[in-house]
């Protein structure tokens, strides 16, 4: 084993437990992950290897977690942050119908800052004590309020992807922008992130503010910290990255479609937006837009997609939300183009829109990752979706199943093979990676996190499945990999006790 080049910050000892591939998952019962002090993982140890030991040495810190899982931070693909207001409610609503009673009318109040700042706080705090180092958020169509956003998630360190929506059509009179005007706030919202400043609210809000915002909608009593162990507020603002968001097609008019092509590729932004949720809305995208072949070549069509023909002339990076309806040509042109999917398995289920084949997108070539989706999903939490992934890919094998002839005759199951159509649910190993590794490909980071390898950030969660009120019940005879299991399948952020990210601790439940 060879040693260490410089100086190392720290080293984080314990049970790690990271993605490896799809299907498999590398677990070391007594490993340590070595960071410098840019964060920066260099080693990954099995402590019962030769010279582990005497490596360990060498670094100025150990933090001891023997006990404890760490694990890299879970990938938010798709979440809604002004929505977080009402998540679990409407949950008896299919999709256009719910926009309409709790979407359109909810978020067209954070016109009003002191309110935006209230649930933008809430909502990102809730979702880094959930685990998500890495969220893609959607804000409003307003753009001062999107700024604050983005100066709520660096306040809080959190690593994020964050749009200001664009939406110019079939949009409610009080909740629409011209399309002009539109694409000016959209270019004005990455100048801004690009430049790094603070936004006039975030300058102008005063400590009595935050104090009274906090208090208002209830205490917290999870330190959601700045700094490791400083009272200095440190602020990352390389952890935000500004991506373009129009909303979905049928609320953007083909010059805002094209517009925002044309912004996210003169600016090498990533593309985020909603696709083949419901089929009522790819009915109404096929009327909207008798032109493209699919709802995916309206996006494509439109310059909003990835081309690996002549990569400078479109967006680098582009991950659609739900595809649960999505045609094989679809699933052919996301691959091509290294569209991502974010798998919404809460809000798919609870919104009556649909069931993505998770395993089929796969067989295709396309990637997946995973999203909350609040407030169409009822949980903030990646470990939810996560669950609800394995569901659903279960509900899909037992549908294909389904599909034969008489399956419910006893006498007609015997002898017929189990899964006959090869659409087999998802493992754990492969949901964990959909919830890390994933979502980080989706996104355009999986050569930066989703994973402990050397060169890639240190983006951690530490688990402790002992802690008081635990909802994970441990004994003797489990396996470590069973007490991640039970972990993944009946634990919460209860367990979650510490999180990082770019090796600075940013939650603390100690």
Known sequence: MSKLNGSLRKAFRGVIVTPKTLQETTLIADGAVLLGADGIISHVLDMSAPGAEA??????????????????????????????????????????????????????????????????????????????????????????????????????????????????????????????????????FVQWCQ???????????????????????????????????????????????????????????????????????????????????????IAWVRDLHPESATYTHVYDDHGLLPSREDPESRPPIAYMAHCCHCCQDERALLSDSSTGVVHCPSSNIMLGSGILSVRRMLADGVKVGLGTDVAGGYSPSILDALRQAIIASKTVMAAEEGNLDNIMDARVREGVEHNPNGVEALSVSEAYYLATMGGAECLGLQDTVGSFEP?????????????????VCVFPHDTHWDSFNKFIFNGDDRNIVEVHVGGRRVVSKN
């Open 55 to 188: 490596l360990l040495q060498e670094v100025d810190e150990v933090v001891d977690k023997r006990g404890c899982f760490i694990m890299p931070g879970f990938v938010d693909g798709h979440a809604h942050a002004p929505q977080y207001a009402w998540t679990g409610t409407g949950m008896d609503l299919p999709l256009l119908e719910w926009l309409e009673t709790y979407t359109f009318p909810g978020e067209s109040r954070f016109k009003d800052l002191s309110h935006a700042r209230k649930v933008y706080e809430r909502s990102v705090r809730r979702h880094l004590r959930a685990g998500t180092t890495t969220c893609s958020y959607f804000g409003t169509l307003h753009l001062e309020a999107t700024k604050l956003l983005v100066d709520i998630v660096r306040e809080a360190g959190q690593r994020a992807y964050v749009g200001k929506v664009s939406m110019d059509r079939n949009s409610p009179e009080y909740y629409v922008e011209d399309t002009e005007e539109g694409l000016k706030a959209a270019e004005e």
């Open 195 to 281: 430049e790094g400043v603070q936004s006039d609210a975030s300058v102008a809000a005063t400590k009595a503010e935050r104090d009274q915002s906090t208090s208002s909608y209830g205490s917290d009593h999870t330190s959601c910290e700045s700094s490791e162990g400083d009272s200095d507020v440190f602020i990352d603002n390389s952890l935000v990255t500004p991506v373009v968001t129009p909303r979905f097609v049928p609320s953007c008019t083909p010059e805002m479609l094209r517009g925002l092509g044309s912004l996210a590729t003169r600016y090498r932004l990533p593309v985020q937006s909603h696709l083949g949720e419901t089929l009522p809305e």
């Open 455 to 471: 060169g890639k950030t240190f983006d951690a969660l530490v688990v402790d499945l002992e802690v008081e009120d635990s909802p």
